[in-house]
């Protein structure tokens, strides 16, 4: 048997939660095209008759810019020392920018050779040819030494199998931490909030996203098969809160309309879904707000 954690690692916006719900098949991670999407560690459990891997999906590693972006890094580096195997993700170009370069050179330097390291090539599907991905592996070569290198499509599922088979390859043997039946060891409400913020993310204008945070307030079965779920997003600025109202309280009705059937789906049960709007202004460069919004850099 065979078991262990498995660090997804990259700078933001590569695709790893996309990855994450390709390999363990389901969607727990959220997703958007707007880079640093992931705030938290979020870890999800495969279990097959090899064994078990728990994948983290960690924030993408970034220059931090305020409060928040500090807690974000941190989360990411810390994966470093708690995983087992270290799967670094990069999108298919020969730029190297300074997101990989800060991941070779924590790579060159907290794990220096002691952990297995494997180098995923993800959006193989947008390169124009095949062999281009020759170039980039060359690279990337150049940066750190690799045990493996895969490239994948997360977003189509392209040799997302042999990339489950390298880890399992590389795993150490060990006992089952997690039952077999289970897929994350996030509670539910914190996957709600997640699901609300993913599709604000997805329908709020560019300067708005990274702004907020969301808060469930109540999180109660009313009877079996019915939820009611009350949950505040909160804002910087009161324009914004203009915005993410909306006319009429359009923008919100959205928002919580998709939010809604997200939340249905993973709970298998109908939800009766209110959501709330506050500002908090600068909420991201305050210490005391970062932890009260689930943010607590001491507890990573």
Known sequence: MKSGYVALIGRPNVGKSTLMNELIGQKIAI??????????????VYTDDRGQAIFQDTPGIHKAKNKLGVYMDKVAEKAFSDADIIVWLVEPTTYIGAGEERIAELLNTANKGRKPVILC???????KKKEDILEVISEYKKKAEY?????????????????????????????????SETVTNIPMRSI??????????????????????????????RRPGLYD????????????????????????????????????????????????????KDWRDSESFVRNYGYDIKKV
């Open 31 to 44: 997703t958007s095209d707007r880079p640093q999407t992931t705030r938290n560690k979020i870890e999800t």
């Open 229 to 280: 779920i009350d949950a505040t997003i909160v804002c910087e600025r009161d324009s914004h809160k203009g915005i993410i109202i909306g006319k009429g309280g359009s923008m919100l009705k959205k928002i919580g309309t998709a939010a809604r059937l997200e939340i249905e789906d993973q709970l298998e049960a109908q939800v009766n879904l209110k959501l709330f709007v506050k500002v908090r």
């Open 121 to 127: 090539i993800n959006k193989v599907d947008k390169l």
């Open 192 to 221: 709600a909030e997640e699901l609300i913020r993913e599709q604000a993310l997805r329908m709020l204008s560019d300067e708005i996203p990274h702004g907020i945070a969301v808060m469930i307030e109540k999180f109660k079965e």
């Open 147 to 179: 045990n493996e290198i895969v490239p994948v499509s997360a977003a189509n599922g392209t040799n997302v199998d042999e990339l489950m088979n390298t880890i399992f390859n590389y795993l150490p043997e060990g006992p089952l931490y997690f039952d």
